[in-house]
Nanobody, 120 residues
């Protein structure tokens, strides 16, 4: 089993920034993919950004250039720096973890989620 604990959500004005962090613990293997998904009210969960242990990244089109994912393999952590936030970024953000070298549509492990609200 893998446990994921997120932190860093909150309320921010449009154009502002937030940084989300996630720490993984438990049965961690070195070959894995960690990342972030989000779910807005009334919408399905969607990929935001994921990153393999080797450093390959994948971003949703609407966050490219604004969000940056990073990770520390030694500490089993992943972070998401979110800049120039927009109201449409409002959602619950979930940290994810899965084994392997390539992200799949359904990561095996999910955190409890952290709320990000963008509003003036």
């Amino acid at each position: 089993q893998v446990q994921l604990v997120e932190s860093g959500g909150g309320l921010v004005q449009p154009g502002g920034s937030l940084r989300l962090s996630c720490a993984a613990s438990g049965r961690i293997f070195s070959v894995n993919v960690m990342g972030w998904y989000r779910q807005a009210p009334g919408k399905s969960r969607e990929l935001v950004a994921v990153m393999t242990a080797g450093g390959t990244t994948k971003y949703a089109d609407d966050v490219k250039g604004r969000f940056t994912i990073s990770r520390d393999n030694d500490k089993n952590t992943v972070s998401l720096q979110m800049n120039n936030l927009k109201p449409e970024d409002t959602a619950i953000y979930y940290c994810t973890y899965e084994l392997g070298k390539v992200p799949t549509p359904r990561p095996a492990y999910w955190g409890q989620g952290t709320q990000v609200s963008v509003s003036s």
